[in-house]
C-alpha cells in the first residue's frame, strides 16, 4: 500500500483508528494538521532555522500579484502548521512571523 517504510507506523495507526475500538479515540483526537503530517511520506521535518529562512528570502521578493501573496501563504503554511503540532511554535509566535515577511513598502 506504501512504499515508504516510514509511511508503515502511520498507515498501521490509521487503519487501527478507522477498524479498532481501541484506535478509534486515538484518531480522533489527532486535529488535521496531524493526520497530515501522518499520511506525508516520507517525512519532512521542519526547524523554526527553516521558516526564518523562508521570511528572509520573502523580504527581498516583492509581492506583485494574487499569485506571489498565495505561493508565500502556502509554503508559510506548511513549515509554520509542522512547527506547530511539534509543539516548538505558538499561535500568536506565527501571526506575528507571517506579517515579518513583507517589506515595509507593502
Given at each position: ?32 494538521s ?18 526564518y ?54
Amino acid at each position: 500500500m506504501f512504499k515508504h517504510a516510514a509511511c508503515k507506523p502511520a498507515a498501521s495507526k490509521i487503519m487501527n483508528g478507522l477498524n479498532g475500538p481501541s484506535g478509534t479515540l486515538e484518531l480522533r483526537s489527532l486535529n488535521v494538521s496531524q493526520i497530515f503530517l501522518l499520511f506525508r511520506c516520507p517525512a519532512v521535518w521542519y526547524s523554526k532555522h527553516d521558516l526564518y529562512n523562508l521570511i528572509d528570502k520573502q523580504k527581498k521578493v516583492k509581492i506583485d500579484s494574487y499569485e506571489a501573496l498565495l505561493n508565500y501563504w502556502l509554503h508559510f503554511t506548511k513549515v509554520a502548521a509542522h512547527l506547530q503540532v511539534m509543539n516548538q511554535l505558538l499561535s500568536i509566535e506565527k501571526d506575528d512571523l507571517y506579517l515579518k515577511g513583507f517589506n515595509q513598502e507593502f
